[in-house]
C-alpha cells in the first residue's frame, strides 16, 4: 500500500477525531451554577510579580463574586468551583503628551487568564481563556505612583471579572 496514501487517511481520520471531540472551552456548567468563586495568582507572583499578585488577589474575588452574582449557589454541592487563574498584568508604556496644555495618555493596561470550572473532585471540566484590556490614565506623575500603579492593576483585574461571565458563554 502507498505510504502517502496511508498519511492521508491517517490525517483525515484524525481530523474528524479531533472535530467529533468534546471541546473543553465549551462545556459550561448545568443551570451555570457554581457553588464556590476562587482565585489563583500562583503563575503571577511566579513571573515575579508579587505586588501585582496581591492587589488582583485583594481586589478579584468581590469582583467576580458581583459578576457572577446571578450563577452562585453557595449550598449546593453538586455545582461546580470556577477558578480563576491569572497568568499575567501588562502595564502599557506611558505615552504622555500634551495638547492645548492639556496632560493626554493612551497608555493600554492588560490583564491575562483563564476561567477554569473544577468538578466535585478538582477536576477540570472547562477551561476559558481571557485577555482583557483597558485604556489607563497615567499622566498623573506624582510622588503617590505606587498608588496609580495599584489601580490601574485593580482595574484591569476588575474588566478581568466583567469579561468573563460573557467568555464562558453566560
Not at 448545568?30 to 482565585?39: D, L
Amino acid at each position: 500500500m502507498d505510504s502517502r496514501l496511508l498519511s492521508r487517511r491517517a490525517a483525515l481520520v484524525g481530523l474528524i477525531g479531533l472535530a467529533a471531540a468534546p471541546r473543553m472551552a465549551l462545556a459550561v456548567p448545568a443551570g451555570g451554577r457554581f457553588s464556590a468563586i476562587r482565585v489563583d495568582v500562583a503563575p503571577l507572583r511566579a513571573s515575579g510579580n508579587g505586588d501585582f499578585a496581591d492587589w488582583v488577589a485583594a481586589t478579584l474575588p468581590a469582583a467576580l463574586r458581583q459578576s457572577f452574582a446571578p450563577y452562585l449557589a453557595p449550598g449546593d454541592r453538586s455545582a461546580p468551583v470556577l477558578v480563576a487563574r491569572i497568568d499575567e498584568v501588562f502595564l502599557g508604556p506611558d505615552h504622555s503628551g500634551g495638547f492645548g496644555g492639556n496632560p493626554v495618555s493612551d497608555a493600554i493596561d492588560g490583564i491575562q487568564g483563564e476561567g477554569i470550572v473544577e468538578g466535585p473532585r478538582g477536576q477540570a471540566i472547562a477551561s476559558y481563556s481571557l485577555y482583557s484590556a483597558v485604556g489607563a490614565d497615567t499622566y498623573i506623575n506624582m510622588p503617590y505612583q505606587l498608588d496609580i500603579t495599584r489601580r490601574r492593576v485593580e482595574t484591569v483585574a476588575q474588566s478581568f471579572a466583567q469579561w468573563l461571565p460573557g467568555k464562558m458563554g453566560l
